[in-house]
Nanobody, 125 residues
Framework: QVQLVESGGGLVQAGGSLRLSCKASGRPFSMYSMGWFRQAPGKEREFVAAISWSGTSTYYADSVKGRFTISRDNAKMTVYLRMNSLKPEDTAVYYC??????????????????WGQGTQVTVSS
């Protein structure tokens, strides 16, 4: 069972930047693709970005493409989400997720069942 701890959220003005981190434990981190999701008030959780187990491929939702960058450090068992040019509609609780299958791709990311507590991102206009 994987444990996930997100951090790095906060309040930022529109156009600003944040970097989220997610520390994973419990399974061999480098073998699994990782993803970021978000949930805005009153909305369902949605996919944001994914990165393959090796870090060589990434995939993004259209709404964040060109503004967000996902990366990983396998030695630190951590996945990051760099968010630039933030918009008020990016306001949400952000969650990281680990794929349940090993050596998966980013563009066909399979969502796992484990979630962390999330980190709140609020973008003011």
């Amino acid at each position: 069972q994987v444990q996930l701890v997100e951090s790095g959220g906060g309040l930022v003005q529109a156009g600003g930047s944040l970097r989220l981190s997610c520390k994973a434990s419990g399974r061999p981190f480098s073998m699994y693709s990782m993803g970021w999701f978000r949930q805005a008030p009153g909305k369902e959780r949605e996919f944001v970005a994914a990165i393959s187990w090796s870090g060589t491929s990434t995939y993004y939702a259209d709404s964040v493409k060109g503004r967000f960058t996902i990366s990983r450090d396998n030695a630190k068992m951590t996945v990051y989400l760099r968010m630039n040019s933030l918009k008020p509609e990016d306001t949400a609780v952000y969650y990281c997720n680990q794929s349940p299958t090993t050596f998966g791709s980013a563009n066909n990311y399979q969502q796992g069942d484990s979630w962390g507590q999330g980190t709140q991102v609020t973008v003011s206009s």
